[in-house]
């Protein structure tokens, strides 16, 4: 490649995302939001709560309040505080503990927390530090397991190094999207998700998608998450090809997802 086709390519900004799971009466579920139709990246589709890094997930003050995550690099570190941090922000749920707890935060204090913070976060009137030192507050950077790394072709105008995590939700916090990047919220079994896609009920970019077929091989939140912990996460960069059939997108077989072409959203 030329070096003036590589200046055309706009960086990756890391992101996070975190797939939050509960096991229901009909199987293992996936909180899920749907984004507002205003929102630049995936309007109106699907997704799972996530987006990309703000300056204070890279605070070392907010490092030191994050276990679990020792021998990962400084990236590392604040892509998990990012992921806890757009759960928080998206959906209300707090994955962080109360000095000396052993629990997660209580049901109420995080009912009280959120009104407080949660706008604040997003809008970056504050960094998450600031929370956790005002709160005394510790974030459980080990709820949160490696499921997956998507990095957004190289063709696309704005571009994501995204890292998928697993955390099983905690079981007394409610989640409620937020109402603003969030117009809706549901839990969702993984078969049910992939079937209402197909049925064009649901609108879910193929990323997505493919992850929840991924997830859907596994019918409890421990299954899940052990399969997770065992796997070895394979980046996903997809390569645009252009064949008989039109263009397609190209990712690695060893990254696990039982294909390694589809198509474009549209048909290409």
Same mark, same amino acid.
Request: aromatic share 6%; glycine share 10%.
């Given at each position: ?6 200046? %055309? ?19 293992? $579920? ?41 021998? %990962? ?32 935060? $209580? ?64 079981? $007394? ?39 929840? $077929? ?55």
């Amino acid at each position: 490649m030329t070096t003036s086709a590589t200046a %055309l390519i706009a960086p990756a900004r890391l992101a996070a995302t975190v797939l939050l799971l509960r096991d229901g009466s009909e199987g293992m $579920e996936v909180f899920m939001v749907v984004r507002h139709q205003q929102i630049d990246f995936a309007s109106g589709a699907l997704v799972f709560p996530g987006g990309k890094l703000a300056a204070g997930d890279h605070d070392p003050a907010a490092h030191v309040r994050c276990t679990g995550v020792e021998g %990962l690099s400084a990236d590392e570190i604040a892509l998990r505080i990012a992921a806890i941090r757009e759960a928080f922000e998206e959906c209300g749920v707090l994955l962080a503990r109360s000095a000396g707890a052993a629990g997660f935060v $209580e049901p109420a204090r995080v009912a009280e927390l959120g009104p407080r913070y949660r706008v604040a976060l997003d809008k970056g009137q504050i960094g998450i530090a600031a929370m956790l030192d005002a709160e005394d507050l510790t974030l459980v950077g080990d709820s949160l397991v490696p499921f997956a790394h998507w990095t957004t072709p190289t063709f696309m105008p704005k571009r994501f190094d995204t890292r998928f995590y697993l955390a099983a939700a905690p079981a $007394e916090q409610v989640l409620l999207h937020d109402g603003s990047e969030a117009v809706d919220s549901v839990w969702i079994r993984p078969q049910d998700a992939i079937a209402q896609a197909k049925a064009g009920t649901r609108t879910i970019v193929p990323a997505t998608l493919l992850n929840i $077929e991924k997830l859907g091989r596994s019918t409890t939140v421990a299954d899940a998450i052990a399969a997770a912990r065992a796997d070895t996460i394979i980046e996903v960069l997809p390569e645009m090809v252009e064949g008989a059939a039109g263009i397609t997108l190209r990712i690695p077989a060893a990254a696990g997802y039982g294909i390694t072409e589809f198509s474009l959203p549209g048909g290409g």
